[in-house]
């Protein structure tokens, strides 16, 4: 597959994972993984879910307008770069966000998440 379509399938995967299933994006990080949300770091797989499963909302819907991706190093990984909106349940107004991924290639032929860094967008 090439790197568009991976970087695709693994944003639609991601979203719509988080839109409906949060706890299960727990199988996307490691023990090593890093999120940074909003300039708060947090580390491990365990320790990113449950921020995730914390936030004050329990139903959105993202919408995606851009999707970039790179090689990044000898090792397989790759950069993808995301942007689009973020509509919560009950509220009228969007909110903009954009959002990095570090992808690692595993042994199985799948990748995880190594970093991944979230922002909302105020301007």
């Known amino acids: ?35 940074t949300f909003e300039g708060q770091k947090i580390q491990g797989a365990s320790n990113i879910v449950a921020k995730l ?14 999707v970039d991706c790179q090689p990044s190093g000898a090792s397989g990984g790759m950069l993808v770069f995301v942007s689009g909106s973020l509509q919560l349940a009950g509220e009228q107004h969007t909110l903009k966000f954009s959002q990095m991924f570090h992808l690692m290639p595993t042994p199985q032929a799948s990748y995880y998440v190594l970093n991944d860094i979230f922002r909302l967008n105020y301007a």
């Open 1 to 35: 597959m090439d790197p568009d379509n991976l970087a695709k399938a693994f944003v639609d995967h991601y979203y719509s994972t988080f839109d409906n299933n949060r706890p299960s994006l727990a199988g996307l990080y490691q023990d090593a993984s890093m999120l």
């Open 53 to 66: 499963t914390s936030l004050p909302f329990q139903q959105c819907h993202h919408s995606i307008s851009t």
